[in-house]
């Protein structure tokens, strides 16, 4: 069974450039049937999408972040990472890392990962 | 303000049917798929409908969705405690080539 986990600092500072790998286990990446993507949750507001990856590459950005987000793949190592530039205090959140099925970006979001909570503060 | 509309809550009494919408546009549910996420209390979301209203293995039949139009909507029949979370409807947007979701619902079971 497919098992996603993120992996990260807890804590970043303001300005700063928050990291977070996650580790697809029970599956390939590589596989063409899927895109991987990253969505985060404030404490207790709603979901918003970051971005999504295919494992060639190919990437979408949601536009609002777009400027700051960079998302990458690593298949020899199974795992693709989350990068996001000059962080605030508004995006500590729990970041969510998913697999989407159907070989696009349009695919829905199953599994989801644990999540981890990122904090932004000095 | 979430490009999608839910009403932020909704309750309900065990065995009785309950309904939530969500409302897009015609650049989002107008033109894509609607999908709907169940998340429990402390936990990740989970996937209860996709492609408007079809139910991944594991979804009991009480759970069911349904898409006209603009708009979209998740009925829970039959509810039960265990039912109590949020839910939340997310559909792709051709205008910001992303998905968007609703703000979710907390429904509550009395």
């Known amino acids: 069974q497919l098992q996603l986990q993120e992996s990260g600092p807890g804590l970043v500072k303001p300005s700063e450039t928050l990291s977070l790998t996650c580790t697809v286990s029970?599956?390939?990446?590589?596989?063409?049937?899927?895109?991987w993507g990253w969505i985060r949750q404030p404490p207790g507001k709603g979901l918003e999408w970051i971005g999504s990856i295919y494992y060639s590459g190919s990437t979408y950005y949601n536009p609002s972040l777009k400027s700051r987000v960079t998302i990458s793949v690593d298949t020899s190592k199974n795992h693709f990472s989350l990068r996001l530039s000059s962080v605030t205090a508004a995006e500590t959140a729990v970041y969510y890392c998913v697999r989407q099925e159907g070989g696009s970006p349009l695919g829905w979001f199953d599994p989801w990962g644990q999540g981890t909570l990122v904090t932004v503060s000095s | 303000q979430s490009v999608l509309t839910q009403p932020p809550s909704a309750s309900g009494t065990p065995g009785q049917r309950v309904t939530i919408s969500c409302s897009g546009s015609s650049s989002n549910i107008g033109s894509n798929y609607v999908y709907w996420y169940q998340q429990l209390p402390g936990t990740a979301p989970k996937l209860l409908i996709y492609?408007?209203?079809q139910r991944p293995s594991g979804v009991p039949d009480r759970f069911s969705g349904s898409k006209s139009g603009t708009s979209a909507s998740l009925a829970i029949s039959g509810l039960r405690s265990e039912d109590e979370a949020d839910y939340y409807c997310a559909a792709w947007d051709d205008s910001l080539s992303g998905w968007v979701f609703g703000g979710g619902t907390k429904l509550t079971v009395l």
């Open positions: 029970g599956g390939s990446i590589s596989s063409s049937t899927y895109y």
């Open positions: 492609t408007n209203n």
